[in-house]
């Protein structure tokens, strides 16, 4: 297994390691970032972040920087988005995929959407754009427990929308 290693301009650093084929003729790659001081943000260590990076080009290009280097915008080759508040170690999902099967129907759906909850709204400045967050940022070790509960919402929700008799 290679991996590829990104020094940040903040002083962090993004270790891109290659989990293995996941797909027919696609290979995964994860991503743990280590802080200067010892931190470090393994969410993404269990996901999949780049597809077929042999040559790290995307590793290079997959995160942007605020000008201060406080946070941090993460593009993910399977479509995803997020942003890392890399000074206080938190997560928030910008755009994401919902994916939800229904039993009864026997049918499934999938959304690619920019989660709200808790009625978060923010603006931040990553590399000369604005992103419009309607997701709050949330500590590493709470954000799983938190996500579950959004992505269990919004299941609720799309089993009303879709497949209501």
Known sequence: MTNHRIELSNGWIAEFANQGEFRMDAEGWNLVLHGPQGQSIQYFNDQIVLVNDDDGTQAKACLQLSEDGVYGYLSTSVGTGWVIDFARGMLAPHRVDIRHYHDGYDESIALTEQPA?????????VKGRFVYLTFPFIREAEFPKVWEQYVAIRRRQLDELYFRN
């Open 117 to 125: 909850f808790q009625r978060a709204r923010q603006y931040i400045q």
